[in-house]
């Protein structure tokens, strides 16, 4: 009897209506962020590499949910250079964070370059010549800290070279992820290259004097020298007080030696500094470096490195990591 009273209010038959509350056909709500959080932690716990930036998600026609799909990939000249050393952070290497992203544990080595210094803005060789950061590149570098954070990055050592624009871009990527207090270890050996006699010129002034092909020789050939500077040149590193006084892991130049005595006097003891480099040059500094030093002592210890270096160091250093041929070395572009 209750059952025939109720069918004269209810049609038991009709199609289910939304009841106008949420929109979602009675089913729970559930925000894009928490689907990206939680493919995320599942791709992760698997061992698979997981970008939240460009997770993709549609509407299913059928029942309104939704479902990732793979993001195409654009084309490139050289695929390979896109995440050139990205490998999958196994899931016991992930710390559960729930206030970010998920915190990465595993051994990991971050490559940044410095920011914008006045010598990039003015299109001027840098070189060894000490640079320091316009407030561009201030910005960049916090920014970069800031983007580090929110992926979850922590760093347990901090490697970067003698030049200010380099160690400036660490320390204000270290304050925005506040971790200032980590040890920071210099190094000559992350110098950008020496470009010998173009240091301080206009790029566009010596591209037009000696050709296009000339230019990019000197700029990104792999064997090529630029013209080298005298021993008396204000761009030679050996009349810098912070090389004369604290580079020690040199051989002593003969040449330079008796040169510096002749000059002061005095007997002198002069290191051999690079008068100009080719990106080979600048390998051979770097290279050994990173196997013996950085890869020994931090990477294979399991600890997290940051490196903050210039652009052909890490050209260097990305050739030998990710095994780009010499050929195709002078295409790889770092931003």
Known sequence: ELGEWASEFIDINAVPEDDGSDGNMGRPIRLTEDQVWQLGMEELE????????????HQNPDDGSTETEEPVEKKIGVPLYTNPCVTSMPSATVLHNPAGAPIRRDSVIVIIRHGKTQHNKLGLFTGWEDAPLADEGIEEAKQAGRLLKMHGFEFDVVYTSWLSRALETALYVMDEMDALWLPIIKTWRLNERMYGELTGLSKQMVKQRHGE??????????NVRPPAVSSFSQHYPGNDPRYQKYLKDRRISFRESVIRSIEKGSPVIHRKLPKTESLKDCMDRTIPYFKERIAREAV???????ISSSENAIRGLLMHLCEIPEEEITGLEIP
Request: aromatic letters at 18%; charged letters at 40%; hydrophobic letters at 30%.
């Open 213 to 222: 092909k000339q230019f990019k020789a000197w700029r990104r050939g792999y």
């Open 300 to 306: 294979d210890q399991g600890k997290r490195v940051l």
């Open 46 to 57: 698997k061992g698979s590499q997981f970008d939240p930036d460009r997770a993709v998600f």
